[in-house]
């Protein structure tokens, strides 16, 4: 039994080696290894040692220009954790070294011949291009799903429908559980006996048990077992189990588990039936001001959390620790890129090829007197108490709020209004922020502004950004440059704050 494994919404799915063998315009043939492994992102180095650089889970391509020991390398390379290694013939080499051949055989680490008519560009661009087109269909799956399950949660029966639509579109058996560990509503195919068995005893480690863990994951009886404690508060607990478990099946499940609790939480009166209502209206799009008289006149808080236990299940636990219902999920991805800003694949001799950051945020909707208090786990940014037709701008005093904690590191940051920053006119202060800033470009400024509210700290910096220390140090040179200004004056560092504020 393991925890859950860490999901996004949906993660981009890896390719198979195959699929990509397959592409007969590329060229490529395997030489030794096996073809039916994961590939998750593509990486080009010339280093005579390129462990420090890889992530794991990439094809390494070289031509080996500094290959002097081939054992010596592929050791490296696989206890660095690649899945493959490919190897371009010319200029430096006119076939793959036999060296090269025997060590990934020994290794078991897949070797691809590129031909010298293949650039290693294009085989980049075809596994970006594959991973696009295996993210496309899953998003296309999720979305289905979560129509399906909505649709579910409108029907008469709505526990036992968003349970059959779940297990539907898993392909697998969903169960609710009692607080006791008994069967309440099942749906779906049968599952072998030591499969029921085992998924039993995985809801038991969850439950309403402050701090206890909200999901869990393992196997049994040959399926793939998965738990997740609703947020209700009576200790009801959703069991699947499946054949497979794809990339967005947590996304999938984590929405039945948000129907679910609201589905089966203690009756709230009519009032508070309403305002469900009214939040499901507002997550479609609807702006707060229409629905502020449903909502209540409030005043209301909203939270910004991000953290949790990796997957998008805490959210129920954390909105139930708050004491609120009404919770969004949700996230946004940044596009994969270099240390460099440049796209994955690039040639270049030690580029870093950084894995895309998913970050998922949960909103969730507060009565202003209800405390907020920090949460084991999470990282929270608090807004201020505001009317219900506020909400928006609560909505962004809340991310801001969340964004400060995260580069502070602190647990929970609430919004502070006012501050020297509001004695200044807003469009003047805008105005001076634009004429300052102009000679940056996005990239710069944003580093720029992570360095100095991290006090200049150059590894936090490149943390915070997932990028190289070296490169926050070039870009920070090529503020200075561009400014026209010494970043060591303090006075300096002070105003180009408040510009970027302001801007």
Request: aromatic share 4%.
């Amino acid at each position: 039994m393991t925890s859950a494994e860490p999901a996004a919404t949906p993660p981009a799915p890896p390719v198979s080696l195959a699929a990509l063998l397959a592409r007969r315009d590329l060229g490529l043939r395997l030489l030794a290894g096996p073809e039916d492994v994961s590939v998750h992102w593509v990486h080009t180095s010339e280093m005579a040692d390129p462990y420090p650089y890889l992530l794991g889970g990439e094809l390494l391509m070289t031509a080996g220009v500094l290959l002097a020991d081939p054992a010596h390398y592929v050791e490296r390379v696989v206890e660095a954790g690649a899945a493959a290694l490919a190897f371009g013939v010319t200029p430096v080499y006119d076939t793959v070294p036999a060296e090269l051949v025997e060590a990934c055989a020994r290794h078991g680490l897949p070797l691809v011949e590129v031909p010298p008519r293949t650039p290693f560009t294009a085989v980049a661009r075809a596994l970006w291009r594959l991973m696009a087109e295996a993210r496309l269909h899953e998003l296309r799956r999720v979305t289905e799903a979560q129509q399906s399950l909505a649709a579910a949660a409108a029907r008469p029966a709505p526990v036992p429908a968003v349970l059959g639509a779940l297990a539907s579109r898993l392909g697998g058996r969903a169960v609710l559980f009692g607080a006791d560990g008994t069967e309440s509503v099942a749906a779906g195919r049968e599952a072998p006996a030591e499969a029921t068995r085992a998924l039993r005893d995985l809801a038991g480690v969850l439950g309403p048990r402050p701090g206890g863990p909200a999901s869990a994951s393992g196997d049994g009886g040959g399926l793939r077992l998965a738990a997740y404690a609703l947020g209700g508060g009576d200790g009801l607990t959703l069991g699947v189990a499946t054949e497979r478990r794809g990339p967005g099946d947590h996304t999938i499940a984590g929405v039945a588990v948000v129907l679910l609790s609201l589905l089966t939480a203690p009756h709230r009166g009519a009032d508070a039936t309403v305002r469900d209502g009214a939040l499901v209206r507002l997550l479609l799009g609807t702006a707060p001001a229409e629905i502020a008289d449903t909502l209540g006149p409030g005043p209301w808080t909203v939270v910004h959390a991000s953290g949790g236990d990796g997957t998008p299940f805490a959210a129920a636990g954390l909105a139930a620790a708050l004491g609120t219902p009404l919770m969004d999920t949700g996230g946004t991805a940044a596009g994969p890129t270099d240390s460099a800003g440049t796209a994955p694949g690039a040639a270049g001799s030690g580029g870093t090829a950084a894995r895309a950051a998913s970050l998922g945020v949960v909103r969730l909707l507060l009565p202003a007197p209800s405390p907020v208090t920090a949460q084991s786990g999470w990282t929270l940014g608090v807004s201020a108490p505001v009317e219900a037709g506020e909400l928006a701008a609560a909505d962004a005093q809340a991310a801001r709020a969340l964004r400060r904690a995260e580069a502070t590191g602190a647990d929970l940051v609430r919004h502070r209004p006012g501050g020297i920053a509001a004695l200044v006119d807003p469009d003047e202060a805008t105005a001076h922020a634009r004429a300052l800033l102009a000679p940056l470009s996005e990239p710069l400024a944003e580093t720029l502004g992570v360095w100095l509210s991290l006090h200049g700290g150059w590894d936090r910096t490149a943390a915070a950004m997932d990028i190289h220390r070296n490169t926050v140090r070039q870009r920070i040179a090529r503020c200075a440059a561009l400014l026209d200004r010494d970043l060591d004056d303090p006075d300096v560092r002070m105003e180009l704050w408040f510009a970027l504020k302001s801007r």
